[in-house]
Every structure is written in C-alpha cells, then in structure tokens.
C-alpha cells in the first residue's frame, strides 16, 4: 500500500540548513495501522506530510498505492491526493462557515472525485455516530464530535490510506480512546493508516510503533 | 523607540509579498487623488491667474468702428476710471506660417496704455515696425516662437517677439488665430492715420465694486455708438467655470472613491495583518511590550510602506495629469498653476500616508486592549455573531451554486463589514464608470444632435412667416412656424445683451429649454428668461424684465419661468411673437421646421431649397467648441480607466485577504486533492458575490442618482440624457467580469504557488 525508500529532507538555507530525514524507509500494508513515535521536532510530522504527498522529498522515492508520489507533476499528485489519500488533523481544520455535514462532503465536490459521495458521508456520519449533530457549525461541536467529522471527511472518498497528524492532541482521554478505536475501524476495512504522536499509550493501540529519531526510523 | 523600530522593520522584512501589495494600492489612491488635484485646482484657480497675469480689463466695450476721439472722449467721462485703451480688431485676414494658413485670422492693433493679455515667452511689441505677438494657441498649433516668420496679407513677413495669453477668449484651434500689432509701428511704417478707428475698448477701474454704475453710466453716454456690446470680467468667466464645475465635481468624486477605496482596503489588510499577529502581540505583551509599543510598531510599519508609495503615486498622478491638464488649459486660454500646486500635492500625500497609519494603528490598539493571555489563546477581533450570515445564507445559497463556488461566496460573506464595504467601492466605482462613459458619449452628441440644447426643430428656412403654410405641406415636415430673434438689451443694467426670440404659436413644440422654476410662457406680456439672464439680473417667476430693442423701444415682459438655455450663456428670453413685433416690427424672421421621425434633413432640406428657400442646419455646439468637447471627452475617459483600475485592485485586495486569512481552508481543500482549477473555482465564487451586487449597485446608483444630478450640473449647457445605456451598462459589466477573471487568476496562481504545509501551520 505505502512504500517510502531513503528519504531524505532538509530544512533552512545556508548556515540555518538542518537535516530533519536523513534517509527514512517505511513500509506500510493495506489494514495495518502503524505509529510513528517521536519527541517535538523529530520530523515525524515532515515524514507524514511527504507520505502524504504535501512536500516533496530531496532524496528518495515514495509510492501509494502503486503510484509513484516523487517526479510527478502536481496535478498528478493533486490527484493521487483525491484518489488515494485520507487526512486527519490534529487540530481538525473543520471550515469554521460550514457545518458538520458540508464539511464531510467538500473532497466529493472536488474535480475527479469519485461518484456517490453524499451517500457515503451519510454511511459515515451514521457509522460515526455524529448524523444528529450534521447541521450544526464546528464551534458548536465537542472535540470529540468535530475530530469525528474530520475523520469522515478524510475517508469520504474512500482512500487507500490514512494519515493523521496527532489525532488525539486536542482530545481528552475518553475521546482518545474512541479514537483509536475508529482508526482501528478503519483498517478493518483494509485501508492502511500511518498516525504520528509523541503520546506512548496511543502509541501502543498500533499493529506496529516505528521510533522516529535522529532523522531516521528505528 | 529602537525597539519600535526594529520590531517595524522586521514585520516589513517577513511579508515582503504583502508590503508590495499595500504599498501598490496606496500609491494608486495617491495617484488617483493627485490627478484629481492637478485637475481641478488648475481648472479652478486657472481664470483667475490668467487673468492676474493678463491684467485683464473689469470691462471690456466692443462696438462698430467709431472715431477713436469720439469714444475715448465717451469713456473719458466714466466714473471711477484707473485705465483704459483702445484697439482695432480686424477680423477675417489671411495669416500664415510655414505651411500653416488661416483665412480667418484676427488681428488686434494695439493703440498705447495697458494691454490685457499676458507674455508667456519673449517680450512685448516695441513700436519697430516688423513685429507681432501671437496668441499661445496659434505658436502652439503653428510651432511659433520668438523668431519665427508670421505671414499676413500682403505685408512683410513679421518676426514673432512674444507669445501671450488672454482669458477673454478661448485658444486656437477653439476660437480664430489672433495676432496683436503696435499701431504705433504701423504708422511709422506706413504713416500716421488722420482719423485713427477703433472697435475694442478696454476699461480698467480702481474700484471693481462700482461696476454696475459704470456699466449704466457706459450704457446712458453710448448714443450713437452703433452695436455696442458690453462684456464684464465676471461674464467672461461663467461659461468656464461651469464647464470646469462638472469636471471638477467628477474628479473630486473620483478622487474621494479612491480614498474610500484605498482606506478600506487598507484598514481591512491591516486588520487583518493584526489578526495574524494576535498571538505575537499577546506574547509581547506578556514579557512586559506596552501598549504604545505595538501600537507605534504597526503604525511605524504601516507609515514606511506608505510614505514612500504614497511620495510615489503622488508624483506618478501629477506627472501623468500635467500634461493633459496644461493642454485643456491652455485650449481655454488659461495658465497651468505651476509651483502653486506644490502645497496641494504635499497635501495629498500626507493624506495618503495618514490613512494607512491610522487604518493600522485602530487594530492593533483594539488588539494591545486585548487581556495578554486571551491573545495568546487565539483571541478574535471580531464578533462570533459574523458566523451567523454564512449559517443562514448556507442554506440558500447551497442549491444555487456549485459547491466551490459556493463555498468561495460564504468566506468572503463571513466578513460581512469588509464584504459592504467592498460591495460599497465598488458599486460607486461602476457608477462613476458607467456615468462618466455617458457623458463622454453625450458630448458627443452635442456636437451634432441639437436637441441636446433644448432645441426641437432641425433647420431653419429663409423665409417669410407667409410661406409657412407652404413648408408645412412639405414631406417629412412635422411642424414649421415663423421664428423670430433680436438681440436687444436689458434696460436696467444696461451691461447686458439678452437674445429675445419669439414664435407664432407655441414655442415648446420647437424650442423646450428645461424648466426650472416658474411656468411656461403663457401669453402676450410674458417672458420665460434663461438661467443666466435671471442670474445676472436677479430675475424670478413673477419680475419684470424691461428690454431695449434695437430699434430703441422699449419693451416689458412679467417673468413667467426660468429656464435653463445654453444659448448666448441662458441670456435669453421667449416672447410670444405678438409682443415682440408689436415692439420691434423689422425683427429678422425665418422658419424653424421640425422633421418626422426617421426623415433625413437632406430630403427635407432639397425640398426648401426647391421652394426658394436658403436652409441651414439648427445649430447643436458652435463647431469651434469640438477641440474643447474631444479634451473633456478624452479626460473622461482616461478618468473611467483609471477608475477600472480601482476595481481591479478592490477585487484583488478583498480576493488576496480572503485567501490570506483562509490559507487553512485551502491548504485543506488542496490536501483533499483540490486541483488549481478547484481554487479558481472557489475564488471565482468569493469574486462573485461581490461583483454581483456591485454590478447592480453601481448601475441603480448611476440610473437613479449620479445620472440625474450630473444632468441637473450641466442642465446650463445642454439637456443631457445621462443614464447609461444598455450597451454600456453590458460593457462595463464585462469589464468588471474581465477584471475579477484577472483577480482571480492572480489570486489563485499565490494561493496554489504557497506549500500546503506551512498554510496548514498558518
């Protein structure tokens, strides 16, 4: 499902120039759920971002899903993101001017996404248990409720794989929990899902916890 | 203070992008705003310095030739007297230069004393024979200089001394070239006249108050002086400062869109800009920053950015409005203002450096109000009552338009005082446009379609009142009846010429200057006056007017109403024929003949001249007056222009705010696989909703209000029908679609050229 080889990325110029991967590789099946640990600026966060084809690596080669993410233009990358790749983020990133509902159907609404979205963010608002509160905006949302839209949006297009940025850094404890739980879900149904924490005891509900430091998986 | 200034300098360094921006539209307020103020205040002050410059005469006696002794000996006898000097103008003399030639030249031989015009370039005449001074629009139109050769008749060629300026009178190519001459020259060359003649007498007073007793005065000694006319300082300036009053009005509210524009733009970037920096702010204030130190840290950011745009846009205005300014002038005879301008031009540019400053420092002292900690929490400036709109237009909006779009039109709703505000500059803009695009195209009209003056007959024919009949029976006619005009004079203030024209029958089916007080003529006895007359006269509905024919009689009329006439200044006034025959029975009669609708006046035309008559063509504006209507024409054009260009940037600053303050929103749609396309889409739709309303705005606003008062401002010179037409209405709406196209490209080739993950991080 996900195959990343030797990558690498700097950040900064010049001097300020800082190696934050220094030849990353990772592998990843379709219904595993795998953690990346690491402290605060390790580059987890780097790593997932080009996982998930939001930057591009200096060195090394990614693919999803049988494509290939490095060398590609970006309207094939654009397209690889529609297609393949699921979202969750750690501050949920809800449009604060559309409800709950809208929120979950916005990918469907994207040139080239695939047909039958409206029925499938109703089967995931229900799945998620969050149908009753559809209509109401992000800030009349618990943090559990809005963490549950952002996952339904991430998988309203039904990617093969999901990657969530500390899913369960603005939730408390009950919430976290659920949470793991739906992600667990998820790979039930033979997605892949890459989450990166800096939390062990999230960590730990993962098929596999990688250890990211010094720029490199351990 | 270094502090400040450090902190101010760093925020510039860090949004370079951004600072370009802000920095370019206060330098096209400035620019806008500059070439309004060149405009106008040349416009405005120009009559008066020219004719400081000129030593223009309180009054100026024109007449038929006469014994130079025998008017001298008349004026000699006037009151309050500082000065006066005679000339001879000869009209209608073959002029040439090189390979420039006029069969109308007019030459004006000056006797000695005072002058009443200007040198602008060389020096005076001398009493040498051989030399000429010419008028700035003939050296300008002929490319003459001190030195050039003048070519006059059959005489010597003459050098050209100096080039001068007279306000009394438009310019060349608008008015005949003019030349002045010594007569003192002349006579030494071609010896002394025995009984020198003059036409012109120029009249200086000590007091100018007094005017009115030495026009009576002027007026009771004239027996016997044959076509005597009477102009006064004032009466020269009225017809230009009302031409020059609409073009002022449009350019100083041209020039209040711009700053409208650029301070809600502004204040709206700044705002936002403050909205970014809230957690910064609430840090500084924290580890102990006053409030006066982030205030002064915005506003001194704000100040280094518009100072210098501001110095920018200001002199680009005045550069670019300079020129084309100097030359209107110089077409009406008028001088530039040159260094005069200069504390105007200050003036403008510290206004465009205030706005930004204060526009930057109201934010950030909301935000230095704000608790630290709240700040630091990710406070707002705004109200949470802002998401109640998206919430309720959601619902409507979601069926009509796809969802990007969409989407687009309720994040830019969401703010909904900027959303006005924008809506607001913009609607006012395209009215201005659309109002400015009409004028342009009816003065157009005015140079051939007489019924812009009011005037509802298209020719006249030399004919007797007893032809009528016949003319009447002729093809194509509607109406024909006998028309009557003589210039007499009012009996009061003996100063003023009034053109008194009669019709048989009712004088509205071919002449209806607008009413605008009072009634319409009603019978024998009564008279409607011109605009001008009765504001000279102090006339209303209900006065008497007391004329002197030609003949000497005189004549009384009630005043029934005023109306607005562009005829001989509005000093006119409509008589029923009856009345004025029965004073002046050898006034020149001709008939006017109104056409059908649709028929050519050539058809009609060929016809007359089959029956014996002479027709001529009703006059629309004096042909001389087409130079002056294509500067105002071309002014109000390039105004329009650059009145699209405050659009343009409108559009962009309210797109590149939404798109600023949204970057998460659209790094998230981006990171769901939105294409390029998809936020285009989505812009298009922020565009949307405020070029819709705009568009709509501005063309009711034009419709209903400019329109109408813009005509009302030049109901003196013409009825001007000044509400857009459809074509242009469409063309600007076009014009405004092509600009949110290019607003939104721009926009959307930033938002998507910007790396998703440092727009998620914000």
Redesign the interface.
Known sequence: MLEACGLVKGVGRGRAHRRVLAGVDLRVEPGELVAVLGRSGSGKSTLL?LL?G??RPDEGAITVAGESLVGCS??AL??I???H???V?QSF?L?????GR?NV???T?????PPGGAARALRLMDGLGVAAVSDH?P?ELSGGEQQRFAIA?ALV?EPDLVLADEPTGNLDTAAAADLLGLLRAITDQGRAVVMVTHEHDVAGAADRVLEMADGRLG | MSAVWRDARAGLRRHRGRVLLSGAGIALGAAMLATAVVVGFGLNTGFQRSARQADLPDLIARFEEEPLETVARRIAALPDLAAYSFRLEITNVPLGAGSHSSRQGVIELMGGGRRGYGILEGRNLSSRFGEAVVEQGVAHAWGLRPGSQLRIGRLPALRVVGVAESPDNVAYPLAAPRIYLSRAALAERFGREPQPRVNVAEIWLRNRSLLNEVLVQARASSYGIRGLRLVTREGVKVLLDQAAGIVIALLVALSLIALLTAAVMLAASARAEVQRRLAGIGVRRAVGAGRSHIILAQSLEAALVAVPAGAVGVAAGALVANGPSDRLLQTINELPPGRALVPALLGCWLLTALIPVLASAWPAMRASATPPIALMRGAELRTPAAHRLPRALSARLAPLLPALPALGARLVAARRVRLAATVIVLGVSVAFILLMLALASELGTLENDPSALGKRYQLTASLPASATQRVRRLHGVAAAAPRYEVQAADAFSLGETVDVIAYTGNHTTFEAPPLLSGTRLGGPGQAEVGRGLAQVLGLSPGSTLAIEMPSGREARYRVSGIVDSLQHDGRVAYVTAASLLAVEPAAPEQIAVRLANGVEPSTVSSELTAIGAAPAAAGAVVGKGHGLIEALTGILRAVAIVDGLVCLYALIQALVLTARERRATIAVLRASGASAGSVRLLLAGAAAVVVAPAALIGALLERIVLGPVMARLAVNYATLELSAGGGQVALVLAGLCVLALVAVLWVARRATRQSIVSELAG
Request: net charge neutral; charged share 30%; no cysteine.
């Open positions: 971002h998930g939001l930057d970006e309207r654009t397209l993101r529609l297609r790749i699921g979202f983020f990133q449009v604060e001017e559309l409800s809208e159907l916005l990918p609404r994207l040139s080239g996404a905006l800030h949006r297009n």
